[in-house]
């Protein structure tokens, strides 16, 4: 969280893909739609998965294998039960993230799918 940082903090950054460049991922907007806290964080030999409790209003955005961006980093959802999304993260994206020093209770911001809200938007949910 933004709010809890002090000067020296880490914090994820990257430079804006072009829009000519070669999308490797998903289309992220760098706005926070909400706030989720780590609950559990199981640690394997290649990589850890990290389970995060979800806004509920954000859960419809959500999908197994899906794509969702904690604290600015594009990640894909290994798991979603209830409203529990964990994401498994390798070697190189913990070493060259914040979330290899994350621990349970830490907060994370969220930014779901824009194209799920689009849809929902054309689908008739104008909220």
Request: hydrophobic content about 45%.
């Amino acid at each position: 969280m933004l709010g809890d940082l002090s000067e020296g903090s880490p914090v994820n950054l990257e430079r804006a893909m072009l829009a000519t460049g070669r999308l490797g991922g998903h289309i992220m907007q760098g706005h926070v739609d909400g706030v989720a806290t780590l609950v559990a964080r199981d640690s394997q030999a290649d990589w850890d998965d990290l389970t995060f409790a979800l806004p509920a209003d954000l859960l419809r955005y959500v999908v197994r294998k899906g794509s969702i961006a904690l604290n600015g980093v594009s990640l894909t959802v290994a798991e979603l039960e209830g409203e529990r999304a964990t994401v498994s993260l390798i070697p190189t994206t913990l070493t060259g993230t914040t979330f290899g020093d994350y621990a349970v209770g830490d907060k994370a911001n969220v930014e779901v799918d824009v194209i799920a809200k689009y849809v929902e938007r054309m689908m008739g949910d104008n909220s």
